[in-house]
């Protein structure tokens, strides 16, 4: 069966961190590329982070570049977003995805999960 499962939110003080989690099962995630999206009540889902199949590239939305980090750990099969200095903005539901750049239907998302930055 294949499936995204996001781990690694909660609550977290302005400053603090996290690193989310997205395990794949059913399909090599190395083979697809990965991304980061989040959604604020009331926002448009943003794009936060991306990383090419194979691991080669990373890119960011200027919002988090320098705070975050996109990386793979393909032994586990799951793709991270390390998250630093975290700012009250930062609050939303943070999905992942994995689609294929030339196969539009292989395109995979995750439940989600909650990060909340406040004092």
């Known amino acids: 069966q294949v499936q995204l499962v996001e781990s690694g939110g909660g609550l977290v003080q302005p400053g603090g961190s996290l690193r989310l989690s997205c395990a794949a099962s059913?399909?090599?995630?190395?083979?697809?590329?990965t991304r980061w999206y989040r959604q604020a009540p009331g926002k448009e889902r943003e794009l936060v982070a991306t990383i090419t199949s194979g691991g080669g590239s990373t890119n960011y939305a200027d919002s988090v570049k320098g705070r975050f980090t996109i990386s793979r750990d393909n032994a586990k099969n799951t793709v991270y977003l390390q998250m630093n200095s975290l700012k009250p903005e930062d609050t939303a539901v943070y999905y992942c995805?994995?689609?294929?750049?030339?196969?539009?239907?292989?395109?995979?998302w995750g439940q989600g999960t909650q990060v909340t930055v406040s004092s």
């Open positions: 995805n994995a689609d294929d750049v030339w196969v539009a239907t292989l395109n995979y």
């Open positions: 059913g399909f090599t995630l190395n083979n697809y590329r």
